[in-house]
Each structure stands twice: as structure tokens, then as C-alpha cells.
């Protein structure tokens, strides 16, 4: 491999890995998503071109022209695009009418079976993020309690169920009672809602599937995860270990112990 394709929506993701493989000596050329992805990632790329949404046409022929045969799909691509704003050109019609549904791993994984066809590798997305991947252990100065604990081993059966429904990756549970199941909203508006219905106190986990695809949707936590988890006034959060994204580890492991939060990787 000598050039590395980053098909990229937002947040810091496709920025983490360019500058990876740039480290590893590779080419790297984004094709960004407008109204999802970062105008500095072009800093951080060899070439950059903005395609909409649905642009699947513009977006193929970039890889083409860029003579990209290896790729990875990075950063969020929010689903309230397909439904305003929505930039779209023949090809994307033609790839939206054979969807069986809308969810985001749909989408997704008809996409990965279009680069496939068209000759393009899509990688295991930790192969560029390996900075960023958690190992499984206790990542904070405290140790959840015992009815912490109790609450995450709950919390983590619901959520894989729900992660195994292609609904969200998170849950927000006090005592053994559900409070809130991520949905369209995202994570940290999720935490939000479960910490006012549970008026403090609660747990959080947030996991990925059962049969979670390596190349792409991987769960991600950072510091608005954080800052989430701090105004619903939650004590501890439940991860997966191995396949879980932190960003900013320092600034979270920091704030976090300063906090008085537990997070475990599991």
C-alpha cells in the first residue's frame, strides 16, 4: 500500500488517522463529506475533495481519479442529512432505492460492498486509530463500587441487545433500571436525558455490536462524552475494550479523575 483513501465525515477521527498513516509513510487522500467533516483535514491530506452526502457518482470518481485502492471510512455522517439538505446526484438515487432500510449500518455496509466492487480495499478502520484504541482495564484513579459494577454488567446486557438491533450503542441505567436507550440523537444526548430522569447518580455503558464491523461505526468517547457524563451526574461509564475510540485520553483520564468518575473497559 502507498496511498490511503479516507472517505470522511466529522469529528476528529479522519484527522487521527491521516496523520498515522502519514507517519507510516503513506499517501493520503480524502474525500470529505460536506456539512459532516473538518476544513482542516485538508492540512492534514496530500488531496481533498467535498462531495455531498449522496454524492456516490462524485465521490467514486474522486477515488478513481486519485487512484485510491485502499480506504477507511471515518467520522460521523449525521442521518438528519438524509433528511434536509440532502446533496445527491444519480448514482446516490440509484444506491438509496436499493437500501432495504435507512440505519446507519446499512448505509454503511452497502457502501463497503460498492468500494468492494469497485476494486477498493476498506480496512479495519484500528489499523490507522491504534493511538486511540483502549485496552481492557480500570482507566481512571477510582474503581467502580460494587453496586457501580452491578449497574455496568447490567447496563452491558442491554446495550449489546440494542446495539444487536442496530438501535444505538448506549444505555443510561440506575439500580438495574433502564432510564435511557441511545437512539438518532447520539450518545451524549442520550447521557443527558438519562441523568435528568434519573436525577444523578446513574451509570452509563456504551459497547459495540455483537457482530461489530471493524471497518466502520466503531463507539467513540472523548471529552463532550465527559462533559456529558459530568452534567447528568453519572458515576461511572462501561466501555469495550479493543473496540472503543478515546480521544484526547489525557484531557479525559484527567477530568475525569478530577470528577470522581469510574471507567472500566471491559
Known amino acids: 500500500m502507498e496511498r490511503l483513501g479516507i472517505i470522511a465525515g466529522g469529528g476528529p477521527l479522519p484527522i487521527v488517522a491521516a496523520r498515522e498513516a502519514r507517519a507510516q509513510g503513506l499517501k493520503v487522500v480524502a474525500v470529505a463529506i460536506e456539512e459532516a467533516a473538518s476544513s482542516d483535514l485538508a492540512d492534514e491530506v496530500d488531496a481533498i475533495?467535498?462531495?455531498?452526502?449522496?454524492?456516490?457518482?462524485?465521490?467514486?470518481?474522486?477515488?478513481?481519479?486519485?487512484?485510491?485502492?485502499?480506504?477507511?471510512?471515518?467520522?460521523?455522517i449525521p442521518l438528519t442529512l438524509l433528511f434536509?439538505?440532502?446533496?445527491?446526484?444519480?448514482?446516490?438515487?440509484?444506491?438509496?432505492?436499493?437500501?432495504?432500510?435507512?440505519r446507519g449500518d446499512t448505509i454503511l455496509s452497502a457502501l463497503g460492498d460498492v468500494l468492494t466492487q469497485e476494486g477498493i480495499t476498506l480496512h479495519d478502520c484500528r489499523r490507522f486509530l491504534s493511538s486511540?484504541?483502549?485496552?481492557?482495564?480500570?482507566?481512571?484513579?477510582?474503581?467502580?463500587?460494587?453496586?457501580?459494577q452491578r449497574d455496568i454488567s447490567?447496563?452491558?446486557?442491554?446495550?449489546?441487545?440494542?446495539?444487536?438491533?442496530?438501535?444505538?450503542?448506549?444505555?443510561?441505567?440506575?439500580?438495574?433500571?433502564?432510564?435511557?436507550?441511545?437512539?438518532?440523537e447520539?450518545?451524549?444526548?442520550?447521557?443527558?436525558r438519562g441523568g435528568a430522569l434519573g436525577?444523578?447518580?446513574?451509570?452509563?455503558?456504551?459497547?459495540g455490536r455483537p457482530d461489530q464491523d471493524m471497518r466502520?461505526?466503531?463507539?467513540?468517547?472523548?471529552?463532550?462524552?465527559?462533559?456529558a457524563l459530568e452534567e447528568a451526574g453519572a458515576t461511572a461509564l462501561g466501555l469495550d475494550a479493543d473496540q472503543t475510540l478515546m480521544l484526547e485520553r489525557d484531557r479525559v483520564m484527567t477530568t475525569a479523575d478530577r470528577l470522581g468518575l469510574a471507567i472500566v473497559a471491559d
Open 49 to 76: 475533495s467535498w462531495v455531498g452526502a449522496g454524492q456516490l457518482g462524485r465521490l467514486m470518481a474522486a477515488l478513481r481519479r486519485e487512484q485510491v485502492a485502499d480506504a477507511v471510512m471515518l467520522g460521523k
Open 216 to 227: 466502520f461505526d466503531l463507539p467513540v468517547v472523548g471529552p463532550d462524552t465527559v462533559a
Open 154 to 184: 447490567f447496563g452491558r446486557e442491554i446495550a449489546r441487545a440494542i446495539a444487536g438491533l442496530r438501535i444505538g450503542q448506549t444505555v443510561v441505567v440506575k439500580r438495574r433500571t433502564v432510564l435511557a436507550v441511545e437512539s438518532i
Open 199 to 207: 436525577k444523578g447518580g446513574v451509570v452509563v455503558v456504551k459497547v
Open 132 to 148: 486511540i484504541v483502549i485496552s481492557k482495564g480500570l482507566l481512571t484513579a477510582r474503581a467502580p463500587g460494587a453496586e457501580e
Open 84 to 102: 434536509s439538505r440532502f446533496k445527491t446526484d444519480l448514482r446516490g438515487i440509484l444506491f438509496i432505492l436499493k437500501l432495504k432500510d435507512r
Open 186 to 192: 447520539g450518545t451524549d444526548a442520550t447521557i443527558r
